[in-house]
């Protein structure tokens, strides 16, 4: 049950502070340094709005969201392997750079469809109570 708690935590301090360091070593650039986090941000509202219906503190984790994380993951090492001056460093951009992209835009996507799930939540809450 803990582990349930901590796991996308850890996976969330991971990504934000991986974001930061390639960020600040000019690796990425600071628009997807910040896309990253600011898609937790707009999630932030998702606990208080569950907690007031009854249904707990939070969604149960789908699998794309579960895909976005493993495509960030992936990636962050990649880049930073392509800041080097190695054979490897043209392969790795290129498989990093498209696992960043796929990972945030699936992100955002599954951030997206956690709050049309909360939409659906409210919606079935309040016809309840009609």
């Known amino acids: 049950r803990l582990g349930r708690l ?40 998702i606990p208080v709005i569950l907690r007031r219906l ?7 984790v789908h699998f794309l969201g579960k895909a976005a994380t493993a495509n960030l993951l992936y990636a962050f090492p990649l880049l930073f392997l392509a800041h ?13 750079w498209s696992l960043a992209i796929w990972g945030t835009g699936l992100y955002w996507w599954s951030g997206v469809l956690y709050w049309v799930q909360v939409r659906q939540l409210v919606s079935g809450a309040k016809r309840l109570k009609r």
């Open 6 to 45: 901590l796991d996308p935590l850890a996976d969330r301090l991971y990504i934000l502070a991986t974001l930061f360091g390639l960020a600040m070593r000019e690796i990425i650039p600071w628009w997807l340094a910040l896309a990253v986090p600011l898609r937790d941000v707009m999630l932030l509202g």
């Open 54 to 60: 009854g249904y707990g503190p939070a969604l149960p």
């Open 84 to 96: 080097h001056d190695a054979w490897y460093a043209d392969p790795a951009r290129i498989v990093g």
